[in-house]
């Protein structure tokens, strides 16, 4: 009896943690596309003002408000990426894209 009482107690258990690591995931919430050229966006003031920490918190800030993004979404969307080399691949397939759209239209992100 004790065998069967502990049987179903994990299998109640055992779906409970399933439910909750389907639920609870951190699943990107921003469209690739965008996030590539947020991430290119962040990138390019960091090489622009990485002299001046103060200036380069005001523009990503407002690298992230022109998307309509928080820093903590930004980060949790990079961070859900899979390893996954395809998915990588992808995802830089878009930044390279971004990055030569910019260089044609030359714009700076000042």
Sequence with gaps: MKKGYYLKHLKII???LL???NFCSDE???EEKKLAKIY???HLS???YSFNPDTLAIKQ???LKAYSVTREEFNRSIEAMPLNS???DSFFT???TYLDTLRKLNINPE
């Design 61 to 63: 800030d407002s690298i």
């Design 19 to 21: 439910f909750l690591l």
């Design 14 to 16: 055992s779906l409970g």
């Design 28 to 30: 990107s919430s921003i």
């Design 94 to 96: 878009y930044t390279q």
């Design 86 to 88: 395809e998915v990588w």
């Design 46 to 48: 960091q090489e622009f």
């Design 40 to 42: 290119v966006d962040m």
